[in-house]
């Protein structure tokens, strides 16, 4: 298992390489040019300046997040060819400079939805990130995406940028009429242009669930089961056709047994990379994100590393994700050092017991 941390750049991130560096079993990123905007082209330079970046501060840049796919290619529309010969040449740059797996989604609109970014957990005093559907109540799109800017401490949150969400009613609008089955049509499109550049260059497109795992404001997602991945995978079926496994975003719904999606993705050589957290289930269709320890919310993690470890190669890409605030940190929402930190040893620490046991 590589363990990886999320890092915006420089100019964007509260958190420095050399703090990175510094957590146990650290070896590598999944970073990202928070800048680019949906069907921009990631350039050679811009590409190459932030792999040397990282390389300098002793860490690996195999995993690249957030290359977003513009909504135009998600809605069929006859511009759409431009924006997938824009995203083949950023594939192309990104495998330049030795990316392996690019993580990516194929969300409406929304890459994710809270409905609190800062909900204190009374156990303890930290906060973390909650999601409440009947504090939705009669909020409409536009109100959800000003509370969540209100609330972001100054900073861009994965797709959340303001420049996607300027056009965001004339967006709503467009996807009217949109069903589940024809969004997997424009995705296949998509697929089918790209992969084939994928298998050439060694990369894996890793998709990412739908969070939280069932659809918002009546648009089309399909991305929140077992069986919604077997139909993306389906879609073009190659080894470069593969999965983040996110275990918060698909485990918001108790539904969804996630040592087992793991295990059946697992096998047939699916996941690409694993996104790791714990959520705590509040009621229905309520939950907030908990420690990645076990005890602290409702997912085991001890199977779910099991199951990593089972059928995965043993080189996989993971990551500890969204975290709480704890010890007075202030910093992106979900994104914060401490409590990742925690995180990524805890996960190390159940790989190495597993390894050891199984010899």
Request: hydrophobic share 35%; proline share 5%; net charge negative.
């Amino acid at each position: 298992m590589k363990m990886t941390f999320r890092w915006y750049g420089e100019d964007s991130d509260s958190i420095t390489l050399k703090q990175i560096k510094q957590i146990p079993g650290m070896t590598g990123l999944m970073g990202l040019l928070d800048y680019k905007a949906a069907g921009e082209v990631w350039t050679e330079e811009e590409v190459k300046a932030y792999v040397e970046h990282v390389h300098e501060a002793g860490l690996e840049c195999e995993v690249i997040e957030s290359v977003n796919v513009h909504e135009d290619i998600k809605m069929g529309l006859p511009t759409r060819d431009q924006y997938i010969e824009n995203y083949i040449t950023t594939i192309r740059n990104l495998a330049k400079y030795g990316v392996k797996v690019i993580v990516y989604n194929f969300m409406p609109v929304f890459d994710w939805l809270r409905t609190d970014l800062a909900r204190v957990i009374e156990e303890d005093g930290s906060n973390s990130l909650y999601y409440d559907e009947k504090e939705l109540g009669n909020m409409t799109p536009l109100d959800i995406v000003k509370k969540t800017a209100e609330d972001c401490n100054g900073f861009t949150l994965p797709g959340w940028e303001p420049e996607r969400l300027a056009l965001l009613e004339q967006t709503l609008k467009q996807y009217e009429g949109i069903t589940p089955d024809m969004l997997r049509e424009n995705y296949k499109y998509f697929l089918d242009a790209i992969i084939p550049v994928c298998e050439e260059v060694g990369v894996k497109m890793a998709v990412h669930p739908d969070d939280p795992a069932w659809p918002i404001f009546g648009l089309p997602r399909i991305s929140h089961s077992q069986e919604d991945f077997d139909k993306i995978v389906a879609l073009h079926d190659s080894p470069a056709n593969a999965l983040c496994l996110c275990t918060g975003s698909l485990g918001s719904n108790p539904a969804n047994d996630i040592p087992a999606i793991i295990r059946h993705f697992g096998e047939k050589d699916r996941i690409a990379c694993l996104h790791i957290r714990n959520v705590k289930y509040l009621g229905e269709r309520c939950f907030r994100e908990a420690a990645h320890l076990s005890s602290t919310g409702d997912l085991d993690m001890y199977e779910i590393v099991k199951a990593v470890y089972d059928t995965c190669p043993h080189d996989v890409y993971v990551r500890p994700d969204h975290g709480r605030m704890i010890w007075d940190e202030v910093g992106r929402p979900g994104y914060g050092l401490y409590d990742r930190a925690l995180g990524a040893c805890y996960l190390n620490g159940l790989w190495e017991a597993i390894d050891k046991a199984s010899r």
